[in-house]
T-cell receptor
């Protein structure tokens, strides 16, 4: 059974701090790992990673994948209150047509 | 997202009643998915469709059925609702079936009393 584990499950930091969110996985096949941000409604896509060691960046957010050690991290620098959300990690295990396997998410709260 | 809408947005129903949730897309995407999201469990796949009349079960399909009679609509039916099916239900669409192409609907909050 495919498994995706995120840590921590919740995190409270102050505005301006840097945070690192973790995602480890065990899957039978691996095609890609994805990060989503979920505020009050639908998850929105952040990054997709397919190759080890390549960093994806978008503004203050960045992510890297380690396919050997089977994990990924999502970094957010200079956090803002608008970064408060649930961050979801998901793995596409090659049968992309039959859905993604999601972790439980990290609930990030940024305090002013 | 304007390309995918779910209805209803909220629903309260009684135990034992049938309930149908609708997902409608205007993107003409081939793949459609139903997930449920519960505290402590994340998003879990219920059923998915890879074309008209082509559907398959996901991780938590017991107690649910789906139908897709046309490309734009994917219906999720709870045949006899139970309190354990109280959840937020998300529909997603994908053109290619690959994860980066997923677009999620805004969700349906279902409460079974």
């Amino acid at each position: 059974e495919d498994k995706v584990v995120q840590s921590p499950l919740s995190l409270v930091v102050h505005e301006g701090d840097t945070v690192t969110l973790n995602c480890s996985y065990e899957v039978t096949n691996f095609r890609s790992l994805l990060w989503y941000k979920q505020e009050k409604k639908a998850p929105t896509f952040l990054f997709m990673l397919t190759s080890s060691g390549i960093e994806k960046k978008s503004g203050r957010l960045s992510s890297i994948l380690d396919k050997k050690e089977l994990f990924s991290i999502l970094n957010i620098t200079a956090t803002q209150t608008g970064d408060s959300a649930i961050y979801l990690c998901a793995v596409d295990s090659g049968g992309g047509a039959d859905g993604l396997t999601f972790g439980k998410g990290t609930h990030l709260i940024i305090q002013p | 997202d304007a390309g995918i809408t779910q209805s209803p947005r909220h629903k309260v129903t009684e135990t034992g009643t049938p309930v149908t949730l609708r997902c409608h897309q205007t993107e003409n995407h081939r793949y459609m998915y139903w997930y449920r999201q519960d505290p402590g469990h994340g998003l879990r796949l219920i059923h998915y469709s890879y074309g008209v009349k082509d559907t398959d079960k996901g991780e938590v399909s017991d107690g649910y059925s789906v139908s897709r009679s046309k490309t734009e609509d994917f219906l999720l039916t709870l045949e006899s609702a139970t309190s354990s099916q109280t959840s937020v239900y998300f529909c997603a669409i994908s053109e290619s079936g690959e994860g980066y192409g997923y677009t999620f609907g805004s969700g349906t909050r279902l409460t079974v009393v």
